[in-house]
């Protein structure tokens, strides 16, 4: 190779590596979590959502606000006729009336409506509780399916690194006894076997690295980052200590989202059963008029009231009272489900929970007694006194236990946070509002 392929070799190797220093995105748990409650497009819908209502609840209040119109028209007339005290007698030889003009501006004063504007209001308001809180709820999710992400990468990172030290053995195994079959001191099925064992360890760390690839593929879109990003995660990022959580109240903010909207429902009751009451406005204006050649009025303001009734709601508007009474019954009934449902929830995470605190202490004393067991086989081995079946699989025994441990302490935290989630309180945990 010249000295120029050389070069050009160096500088590919060099720009890639650029590249994925470039790619790569050292996050915290912490700070994936704040991320993907403020930037992924689940928490950006549920945001809109409530931006929504807002406008909604602003545009139910301009009810309570006067209505205003102004209006003016313009006619042709033909050939018109007027007679009366205050025009002469227009046609034939008398005045050529031949154009009307008239202004108008009337305002009306919502005074009583059967109370509808005001219960209108009240609903609008429990529809904008009732998102703000689906939008947190929506954060909740967004935040358990980034702590289910960030662990699963965090665990098959584990696995990959001590997938690779075991390959690394099984290698040297397979050299070593490539060793003494040649040399006539080991027969050629067990050096099968080694090799066999070296093909599924290959298989299992591939396997891995697929899952990491797929995982932080996953995390990445979710978090909204660009493509190609790769997440480094922090040492000793999950390595946090937990206690034994006593406290069973909730804060589920979905049970609150339904209990806003089972609220409106009750408003819109009676909205439905104001129906049945008149409505009175005030009512105000001003006309002007302009016959042509005739005459002219300006000035001329008016006031007064208005009321007026549906004679048909008494028998039309039961129905939409009892439409209205069965959604609320609707409301009720699914708030009690999902209170059931978030109880049993809770105590099935809070049991996961303290299943991985005891699974911690029996992964570490099978750690150790793989590890004793595996020095005592080898010995053996070494001695001629066992298989190499038997070396073979207390190796496999010792590297699985070593991954058990080595994955417990986050399976604690996962678990934890997940318990988090259930009571609603996991983005209150990170300081995520």
Do not use: C
Not at 119 to 139: F, V
Not at 297 to 304: E, K, P
Request: proline content about 1%.
């Amino acid at each position: 190779m010249n000295n120029k392929n050389v070069l050009i070799l160096y500088f590919v190797l060099l720009l890639t590596s650029f590249l994925q220093a470039q790619n790569a995105k050292s996050l915290s748990l912490e700070e994936a979590i704040h991320i993907g409650v403020s930037q992924s497009n689940q928490a950006i819908l549920a945001d809109t959502k409530v931006k929504t209502s807002e406008w909604e609840l602003k545009t139910v209040k301009n009810n309570q606000l006067p209505n205003l119109s102004v209006s003016g028209q313009y006619f042709r007339l033909t050939q018109a006729k007027i007679k009366g005290n205050l025009a002469p007698e227009s046609g034939g030889n008398g005045l050529d009336i031949n154009q009307l003009m008239i202004g108008q501006a009337t305002a009306t004063i919502p005074v009583f409506n059967g109370f509808k504007i005001q219960n209108g209001i009240k609903a609008a308001k429990s529809i904008n509780k009732a998102e703000i809180s689906h939008a947190q709820h929506t954060k909740e999710q967004v935040a358990l399916a980034v702590t289910q992400l960030y662990f699963g990468l965090y665990k098959t990172n584990q696995m990959i690194q001590l997938t690779e030290d075991f390959l690394k053995t099984a290698h040297q195994r397979v050299l070593d006894f490539q060793a003494m079959e040649d040399n006539g001191l080991l027969a050629h099925n067990d050096l099968l076997k080694a090799q066999l064992q070296e093909s599924n360890i290959q298989l299992s760390l591939a396997t891995a690295k697929k899952n990491y690839s797929v995982l932080n593929y996953q995390l990445a879109n979710l978090l909204q980052l660009p493509e190609g990003t790769v997440i480094e995660i922090p040492e000793n990022s999950v390595e946090k200590t937990t206690e034994i959580v006593t406290e069973t109240a909730t804060e589920r903010k979905d049970l609150e989202a339904l209990q806003y909207q089972e609220e409106a429902l009750k408003s819109n009751i009676k909205i439905a059963k104001g129906n049945y009451l008149p409505s009175i406005n005030l009512i105000g204006g001003y006309i002007a008029l302009d016959v042509k050649n005739a005459f002219t009025i300006t000035n001329a303001m008016n006031f007064g009231a208005g009321i007026s009734y549906d004679f048909s709601s008494l028998f039309k508007n039961k129905k939409e009272v009892e439409k209205a009474k069965s959604k609320t019954l609707e409301a009720t009934q699914q708030i009690a489900i999902l209170s059931d449902k978030i109880k049993e929830e809770v105590q099935e995470a809070n049991a996961n929970y303290e299943l991985a605190l005891q699974q911690k202490e029996v992964y570490l004393k099978a750690q150790e007694q793989a590890t004793e067991n595996y020095r005592i086989v080898k010995d053996k081995y070494d001695n001629g006194l066992s298989t190499t079946n038997d070396l073979l699989e207390a190796d496999v025994d010792q590297i699985q236990a070593k991954i058990n441990y080595a994955i417990a302490t986050s399976d604690i935290q996962e678990k934890y946070y997940e318990l988090l989630y259930q009571q609603g309180k996991l983005t209150q945990s990170f300081n995520v509002n």
